[in-house]
Nanobody, 122 residues
């Protein structure tokens, strides 16, 4: 499956952005999907994940209550709605997919989008 992320940009602290990831290729509903992010000088970290059906969602503690992940299997998209953004949310955000069981660890995610930059100013 090929993944294409979009929707990043510049926001002020307290603002909102919505990221989208469009998939092409194999059956999208076969894949657990997730968002990861990498801030300058830091390792890539898990942000949020969603089950194949979309019924189960997972969040890092740092974004819980502010970010919402969703997916539309018919449209082959996964989205990340981000509100109440903080400067520490500044990072390159990546969507990723895996064909086996959910994990918040990036190893095992075989498919990655190219990343989209999110910058939050204070």
């Amino acid at each position: 499956v090929q993944l294409q992320a979009s929707g990043g940009g510049l926001a002020q602290a307290g603002g909102s952005l919505r990221l989208s990831c469009a998939a092409s290729g194999r059956t999208f509903s076969d894949y657990v999907m997730a968002w990861f992010r990498q801030a300058p000088g830091k390792e890539r970290e898990f942000v949020s994940g969603i089950s194949r059906s979309g019924q189960i969602t997972y969040y890092a503690d740092s974004v819980k209550g502010r970010f919402t992940i969703s997916r539309d299997n018919a449209k082959k998209t996964v989205s990340l709605r981000m509100i109440n953004l903080k400067p520490e949310d500044t990072a390159v955000y990546y969507c990723a997919g895996r064909g086996d069981a959910y994990s918040s660890v990036e190893e095992g995610y075989a498919y990655w989008g190219q990343g989209t930059q999110v910058t939050v100013s204070s």
